[in-house]
């Protein structure tokens, strides 16, 4: 299994961004995938989470500014950032909870990381 994380760079602030996160491989079941960050000299937080039914839960900080959102037939969890700002430049690190037809039971990937950079 892959997690393949893409759309991050640089964007003046006030800018938008969405973030892609696929997963590929010998997949049976996805439930809960999101999104983690770090900035620079911070621990990683959790941005954005999504449910397998499709609940959602947000940090406090990018409440109202930031939208997750899942396409299951493309095994992909998004994260539209919009109005971002300065604080928001960080590493973003796609997680996903999935089982894999091989296993009884899920597992938690991570993808590599893509570098949002927003700039003042």
């Known amino acids: 299994v892959q997690l393949q994380a893409s759309g991050g760079g640089l964007v003046q602030a006030g800018g938008s961004l969405r973030l892609s996160c696929a997963a590929s491989g010998s997949i049976f079941s996805i ?15 959790l941005v954005a989470a999504i449910t397998g039914g ?17 396409d299951n037939a493309k095994n992909t969890v998004y994260l539209q950032m919009n109005s971002l700002k300065p604080e928001d430049t960080a590493v973003y690190y796609c997680y996903t ?15 590599q990381g893509t570098l949002v950079t927003v700039s003042s």
Not at 31 to 45: D, F, H, I, L, N
Not at 97 to 111: H, I
């Open 31 to 45: 439930s809960a995938t999101g999104w983690y960050r770090q900035a620079p000299g911070k621990e990683r937080e």
């Open 54 to 70: 499709g609940s959602t839960n947000y940090a406090d900080s990018v409440k109202g500014q930031f939208t997750i959102s899942r």
């Open 97 to 111: 909870n999935l089982q894999t037809v091989y296993s009884s039971w899920s597992d938690e990937y991570w993808g």
